[in-house]
């Protein structure tokens, strides 16, 4: 009797057991190597590890774009984009881009795929350019856009109003090979050969130096019989003497002149003289006319790209006396700014007025590449149009040989702009 009252307790301790093997089973992989780590103590140094491996797979994650277009580059655009500020380097216009309003909407003929076109077979002409600094002068988007508009048109005169030592006579020369070229600018580009590289044209008639005449002044119709010129649409004029733009183009209409170039488009705020698109910058136009209000949307968002742009421009430095935004701080300049002139808002609008009034084509030449592929650093995008070569397309952009460039030849965001005219 006791024997199996002692065998039954026995039992019980042996039923137990195969219990607890059956609820065994059913713990998971994971909570075994758990309990495991927590009695041994090594829970902790793993969870670091495993953090450690997370946080640098993330690292080159993130930061393959990088490594591919600004391996090069020490410039700030790569540490932007890997703190989130990819917005910074790419929206494009997104302050607006101020234009003029052609009569009856007629565009150019060209299309982004042959200024693509052109790119490729431009950049090796650049590249035997005989002034390699053209400091002060024109950089390779302003080249390039002067060339293809040139070569484009076919003109059978070609006019440069300011030439300084002579890389846009030698742009227009590779555009046509054997059209004659009158050069007007105070300084004969000769004058710079004891001082360093410079170009004067065989095929060129240049009224520099002793001779030099304002193109206001020129006698074109003397001009234009002595070069066998007889239909002015067949001339194309290019403007790079820092002149009131409004002026030159009253004056260029009264000669008769229809195909127009001008060099530097200065955004409102900035530049030496009296723009385009300081003229046509009203509030119909989209991002046009502004608010001198510090805590504005606009006011906030310019200061914040202040911090990130070198020639960006804030609301302190838009806005002159009386919150007059308009030309520069209100001014209307001319003459490398050695003559400035207060104008009212009614003035400036009556200005735009006339431009589009006389206008039959406008098109502003737009930036070569974004930023992350030319990695200039000075001028905000956010009044530029798109690029030919947007951002992140650094296939096209090797492939078109722009990666073989210094980064200094790259131009800012103050437009070529090229205008059709004519007086009704």
Request: net charge neutral; charged share 25%.
């Amino acid at each position: 009797m006791l024997e199996r009252v002692l065998s039954s307790r026995r039992a019980a301790p042996v039923s137990d057991d195969g219990d607890e093997s059956k609820t065994r089973k059913h713990i998971s992989l994971g909570t075994r190597i758990t309990n495991y780590l927590i009695r041994t103590g090594h829970l902790w140094p793993c969870l670091l590890i495993g953090l450690v491996i997370v946080v640098v797979t993330s690292f080159v994650y993130h930061t393959r774009d990088l490594v591919c277009i600004s391996a090069s580059s020490s410039d700030h655009l790569s540490r932007l984009r890997f703190f989130g500020f990819d917005g910074l380097e790419t929206d494009f216009g997104s302050l607006g881009v101020p234009w003029c309003r052609s009569k009856h909407g007629r565009t150019v003929e060209w299309t982004t795929k042959d200024l693509i076109k052109g790119l490729e077979e431009f950049v090796p002409i650049y590249e035997t350019r005989p002034i390699k600094n053209n400091m002060y002068g024109m950089g390779f988007d302003h080249s390039f856009g002067l060339w293809f508009i040139t070569r484009w048109l076919k003109p059978e005169l070609m006019i440069e109003s300011g030439a300084f030592k002579g890389h846009s006579t030698w742009v227009l020369r590779q555009a046509m090979p054997d059209t004659p070229i009158i050069s007007l600018t105070p300084r004969h580009p000769e004058k710079y050969l004891n001082k360093g590289p410079a170009y004067v044209d065989g095929n060129c008639t240049y009224f520099a130096g002793k001779d030099f005449v304002d193109f206001g002044n020129v006698d074109w119709h003397k001009v234009m019989k002595k070069h066998g010129i007889k239909d002015l649409s067949q001339v194309l004029v290019f403007f790079d003497d820092h002149q009131n733009e409004l002026k030159r183009l009253k004056q260029a209409l009264k000669a008769g002149f229809r195909h127009l170039l001008f060099e530097d488009n200065y955004d409102t705020g900035t530049g030496d003289h009296y723009s385009f698109r300081q003229m046509c910058d009203q509030f119909y136009i989209r991002g046009g006319g502004h608010s001198c209000f510090k805590d504005s949307d606009e006011g906030r968002i310019r200061s914040r790209r202040k911090k990130f742009w070198e020639k960006a421009v804030d609301i302190e430095e838009l806005c002159g006396p009386g919150e007059a935004w308009w030309g520069v701080r209100g001014q209307m300049r001319d003459d490398f700014n050695h003559s400035n002139k207060a104008i009212s808002y009614a003035e400036h609008f009556k200005n735009s007025r006339f431009v589009e009034s006389v206008l039959d084509v406008y098109w502003e030449l737009p930036p070569v590449a974004g930023p992350s592929l030319t990695h200039q650093t000075r001028y905000d995008p956010a009044r530029a149009s798109s690029p030919i070569v947007e951002d992140g397309r650094y296939g096209l952009f090797r492939r078109l040989g722009l990666s073989r460039l210094e980064v200094s030849v790259f131009s800012g965001y103050t437009q070529l702009v090229y205008l059709q005219v004519s007086q009704e």
